[in-house]
Every structure is written in structure tokens, then in C-alpha cells.
């Protein structure tokens, strides 16, 4: 069997070595195109999944504002020219197709135009839930956020549900960035007891955005004078996923 | 009688081209063609010939290939390309010069065109 | 006799030692090794009372200095491009495996890889042939068509959003029960091909010149048929259901907050 590969190998035009090395490099050109393409170009890293996804959305070039998390569950704040988006990537358990090694979806896409406020649906290093604020009137330099949470939008079968107050009011707050941004960072409860926060950022963990709760935003100058004082809800998951 | 080094060294790859002229050759068959064509003025050595047989494959003037010698073993052969007769031509038209130029030199200048 | 054999080895192995990609060394040293062997059946030929081993003494040293033979060979014989074609070869192995490995990781490999191999000669028939999606301007082969064509347009127009262009071919205005709808070939090339995804379609929305806007997520507004696709692109027939009759155009955007203004001219009808 061997020995007739051999014989049929010899029957080809034999090349020099400079275009054997060529062929052999083509080659595996070639199959590396065909295997990347056969398992959809994976990506390496959350991040890269995710501005793929921006990609695919022609929501490029943007920048990244904030990241939250790290490992398994990520989520990015990015601002592009009239837009600002927040999404996430997750890290698939199952490798059974290569393509969706990271689930990555956008959740919210807002024009920038007038006041936003949006929340990362994963928890920062100090596991707060970090909401984001953009587009406030000149002079406001600090601010105060209040957001009422409740357990509707929770896994009510998670053995903590039942325990967990059926809704609360979260207070957190920031000063103005450099890039124009506020990041309130609502904090969980210290570990003894059981937190609404918790249990939300836990149940959301995978696929959700943060859900539409109402918030109070009061904004103060540098004096600490009240410049403004705004109350509306949170906005609505867009589910956008990648779709091949 | 030996050479002048610098005398052969200078036309050894006309030399070698040209035997490969008639037909292929190996290399132990060249140095003795050519010991036989200059009724053995000529004894290439070997450290010689094997470098300068590479050389031109390498520059593709030669290509080789293995074959059942007379002798019943298999031999490397070497064949002319036709970048080789190229060159074989070139160094014979430059040989032709030189050869001509030498002697007008030794005959005392009789084909001189001017007069000093 | 053992001496005299490693004369020859010892002269064989200086002569090549310079050359040091091993494949060409063996064969540099097959073609001396057969020319020393000439050499020796030679003189025995002529000195018939030699020995074997004279005779072999005698070959070597005729042969020359070893050293300088293996210098003039080493200066020709460099082994860079011999280490190439090593390491090009184990390239090749390594991932002719990881394709064997590798590839029955998606279900159903034979399709997908015959859509793998397809695709490409697939989208260079499409471009030859500038094909899109004709087949609903003309009513051709769709088992549910019933309706009049009013007009034919050729829009033509181009915009670029993202790492993407978009562009906007034929249209053609149908007239389907009791409403009008507009179909616009629309066709988006990325710049990366890795990026493209059908995803996008949904999110177009159209207004026209009366102030009626065509939300996406309204019924109606889409497209319809099939999404072709090739390495990088994607084309479909986009389609606006109950376009007013007096619209004279129509402007196609995308998500909010960015800037996409197509706009086409629904007066400039094609003869």
C-alpha cells in the first residue's frame, strides 16, 4: 500500500526545493483558511468577540469607555461618534461549535442625544453594579443616584429568592470624569446578609440586561448646588446577537 | 606538464560546460574525457570539478539526475540547460578574444591597427 | 583492511563534514563515495598487481585535500533553505492533524465543509455575473407572486457606515392586493469579512418626503426572499410595504444614533 503512494508520489512532476517550500507553505495557508472559516473565525478574547459584533452591527469605530468583570462574564461600555452602546460577552461551557466559544450580545445601542444613563449587567472588581451617565447640562460636576430594585425580573426558583426583600432602593455617588462620564457604583450588602443586588447581578449572570428600573438623578455643581434633578428608568434590553 | 594555476582556473567552467556539450556526463567520466580530449594535458582535479558542478546546478546551469552508469551502478548525471549553453557560448566568444589578443601580442604586433 | 576502509570514510567525512544540512551531506558523499570507487576499480584495472588496499590509498590521495574540498562544498551547499523545507514539512503535517482533528468539531462537517469550498466559487460567479436579486423585480419563479409591477428604478446609490459599504441597487414598485410595496435590491460589503452577519437586515428603517416613517419593527418592513451571502457580503431584496403613492422619496437609515441617509428617488422611473 506504501509503496504504491510512493510509486504515484514519484510520478509527479518532481519540484525544486525553493517551490516545494512554497507549495508546502501554500498548503498550509490553505488549510488554515478552511479550518478558521469552517469554525467561523473564532475570536480570542471576550473583547474581540464583542467588537465583532459591533462589526457586524456597523457600530465601528467606537471606543472602549469601561469594562466590567473579567474571566467568564465581561460587559463594555463603547462610545461611538452619535452612539453609545453597552454589551456583553459570556464564555460558553460548551465547546460543541467553535464559533460560539463567547455568547456576546449588545444589549443597549443609544443615540447620543440628550441625557444617558445606563447600567453595566456585570459587576465591577468591588462587585457593584456600575451605572454609567453621560450627556448632563454644563456645571455639573458631581451627582447623586438613586435606583429602586425589585425581584420581578429574578429567577424566582434560586433557593436565596425567597429571602431576599422584594424591593429596595440602591444610592450611590460620583463624580465627573475627565471623558465627560459618571460611574455610580451601587454597592452590595456586606456579606452576612443576603442582597437584592446580589441576587440580581446573579440571576442576570448569563444572558440579561440590567431590567428597567425607575432611578433619581441629581446632579450638583461645584458649589454643591443643585443643577438638576431627573427621574426616568432604565433602558430596555435590545437583545442584539450576532446572526450567521 | 603543469599549468599555471591562474591559466586553468579562469576557463575551467568553459571547459566543463563544453564536455557536457556532446552529451551527459558523470563526474568521474568528465575527468577523464577531458584528460583524453587534451591528450592529457588537462587533469582536472577533483577537489575542483565536484565545487565547480554544484555551483553551476545551483545557478541552474546544470541539472542532474541518477542513472545506471556503463560500469552498472547508478551515477549522478549532469546536463546542460540551455542557460548553460547561454554561457558556454559567451565564455567561447570571450575565450576567442583572448586567444586572438595574446597572440597579436606574441607575433609582435603584426595585426596592429596604428603604429606608435 | 578495516584501516584502509576508514581512509576513505575519513576523507569522505572531512570532505562533507562543511555541509550541514544532513540530507544533501548523504548525498554529496553518495556522489564522491561513487567517484573514489571508480577511481579504485581503475587503477586496479590498470595496475593489475595492485591490492585492493594500495589501490584505495593510491584513490584517496589523488583525491586532494579534504579540507579545501569541503570548504569550496560548504561555501555552495548552505543549509538555510534545506531547514525551510524541514520546517515547511512539519507545518504540513501538523496541520493536515489539526484539520483531521479539528474539523468533525461542528455538526454536520460534509455540509458545512461543502459550504466551506463552495462559497468562494460561488461569490465569484455571483460578481461575474451581477446576478443579486433580480428574480423579484421581475416576478420570476416566486410561487406567491400575484400583483402588478408599476415601476422600475435603478437607484444606484452608495453610503458607507461602519467598516462597511452599502449599496442600493435596482428597485422595483409592486402593485400586491390594495397596497403598494417597494423593493430595493440592497447589498453590504464589509471590509472585513469576518464581520459579516444577516443581523443588520433588521435594522434599516425607511421615511419618505411626507413624514411617514417605516419602522423596523413595524409588519411589513423587512425583507423578503432569500439572503444571498458570500465572503463578506450579503445582499437581499429590502422591502417597504404600503409606500404612500405620493411619496416622491424615500430615505433609508439605520439604528439610532448613527448616520446612514440613503435616499432614493421614487420620481426617476426606468423606462
Known amino acids: ?244 | 606538464m603543469k599549468f599555471d594555476k591562474g591559466l586553468i582556473a579562469g576557463s575551467s567552467t568553459m571547459l566543463v560546460l563544453s564536455l557536457l556539450e556532446r552529451g551527459d556526463m558523470y563526474g568521474y567520466q568528465m575527468i577523464e574525457e577531458l584528460a583524453r580530449r587534451s591528450n592529457d594535458a588537462f587533469q582536472m582535479k577533483e577537489g575542483t570539478l565536484y565545487p565547480l558542478l554544484h555551483a553551476l546546478e545551483k545557478d541552474k546551469y546544470l541539472t542532474s539526475y541518477q542513472q545506471e552508469a556503463p560500469t552498472g551502478r547508478q551515477r549522478k548525471y549532469y546536463r546542460l540547460t540551455r542557460k548553460g549553453k547561454t554561457l558556454l557560448d559567451e565564455k567561447k566568444a570571450e575565450w576567442a578574444k583572448f586567444h586572438h589578443g595574446v597572440n597579436d601580442v606574441l607575433s609582435g604586433g603584426a595585426n596592429a591597427l596604428s603604429f606608435s | 583492511m578495516n584501516d584502509k576502509k576508514r581512509s576513505i570514510w575519513s576523507w569522505l567525512d572531512l570532505a562533507t563534514a562543511g555541509i550541514r544540512f544532513k540530507p544533501d551531506r548523504e548525498a554529496v558523499r553518495q556522489e564522491l563515495t561513487d567517484h573514489l570507487e571508480d577511481k579504485i576499480a581503475d587503477f586496479q584495472r590498470i595496475f593489475p598487481d595492485m591490492t585492493r588496499a594500495e589501490a584505495q590509498d593510491r584513490a584517496v590521495s589523488e583525491m586532494g585535500d579534504p579540507m579545501e574540498v569541503g570548504r569550496e562544498l560548504a561555501r555552495i551547499h548552505k543549509p538555510w533553505l534545506g531547514y525551510l523545507w524541514r520546517v515547511s514539512r512539519i507545518l504540513v503535517q501538523v496541520m493536515v492533524c489539526v484539520a483531521i482533528v479539528g474539523v468533525p468539531f461542528r455538526s454536520n462537517p460534509v455540509e458545512n465543509l461543502r459550504s466551506a469550498l463552495w462559497t468562494p466559487v460561488q461569490d465569484a460567479w455571483e460578481r461575474w455575473e451581477n446576478r443579486a436579486v433580480s428574480d423579484v423585480l421581475y416576478g420570476d419563479g416566486q410561487p406567491d407572486w400575484d400583483g402588478e409591477r408599476i415601476a422600475l428604478y435603478s437607484f444606484g446609490e452608495k453610503a458607507r457606515l461602519g467598516h462597511c459599504t452599502i449599496s442600493v441597487g435596482r428597485g422595483a414598485l409592486w402593485q400586491e392586493g390594495d397596497g403598494t410595496s417597494l423593493y430595493v435590491e440592497l447589498r453590504l460589503d464589509y471590509d472585513r469579512p469576518w464581520e459579516a452577519g444577516k443581523g443588520v437586515l433588521f435594522y434599516f428603517w425607511a421615511e419618505d418626503d411626507l413624514g411617514n416613517r417605516y419602522d423596523y419593527d413595524r409588519p411589513g418592513v423587512g425583507y423578503r426572499g432569500e439572503i444571498l451571502e458570500g465572503i463578506g457580503w450579503l445582499a437581499v431584496n429590502y422591502r417597504v410595504d404600503d409606500v404612500s403613492p405620493e411619496a416622491e422619496w424615500l430615505k433609508l437609515h439605520y439604528m439610532p444614533g448613527t448616520d446612514l441617509d440613503l435616499t432614493l428617488d421614487l420620481t426617476e422611473v426606468r423606462p
Open chain 1, 1 to 244: 500500500m506504501k509503496t504504491v503512494w510512493k510509486n504515484l508520489w514519484a510520478k509527479l512532476p518532481q519540484l525544486p526545493r525553493r517551490w516545494k517550500v512554497v507549495r508546502n507553505l501554500a498548503a498550509v495557508l490553505l488549510l488554515s483558511a478552511l479550518c478558521l472559516r469552517l469554525w467561523g473565525w473564532p475570536s480570542l478574547t471576550p473583547y474581540g468577540a464583542f467588537r465583532r459584533l459591533e462589526g457586524e452591527y456597523l457600530l465601528t469605530p467606537s471606543e472602549l469607555v469601561l469594562r466590567t468583570g473579567s474571566g467568564k462574564y465581561q460587559a463594555f461600555l463603547t462610545e461611538g461618534e452619535n452612539w453609545v452602546s453597552v454589551g456583553r460577552a459570556s464564555q460558553m461551557s460548551s465547546y460543541d461549535d467553535f464559533r460560539y466559544k463567547y455568547d456576546v450580545r449588545l444589549h443597549h445601542v443609544l443615540p447620543k442625544a440628550g441625557l444617558i444613563v445606563v447600567a453595566l449587567p456585570v459587576a465591577a472588581e468591588d462587585h457593584a453594579m456600575v451605572v454609567a451617565v453621560k450627556g448632563v447640562p454644563k456645571g455639573a460636576v458631581s451627582g447623586e443616584l438613586e435606583v429602586e430594585m425589585n425581584k420581578d425580573g429574578m429567577w424566582p426558583e434560586s433557593h436565596a429568592f425567597h429571602q431576599l426583600k422584594s424591593a429596595e432602593t440602591f444610592t450611590a455617588r460620583a463624580e465627573k470624569e475627565e471623558n465627560g462620564w459618571f460611574f455610580f457604583h451601587l454597592e452590595q450588602h456586606p456579606l452576612e446578609e443576603y442582597c437584592l443586588l446580589e441576587g440580581i447581578l446573579n440571576s442576570m449572570s448569563v444572558w440579561g440586561a440590567v431590567p428597567e428600573f425607575p432611578y433619581r438623578l441629581t446632579l450638583l455643581d461645584e458649589a454643591g448646588n443643585e443643577v438638576e434633578r431627573v427621574e426616568g428608568t432604565l433602558p430596555p434590553d435590545q437583545r442584539i446577537q450576532g446572526w450567521r
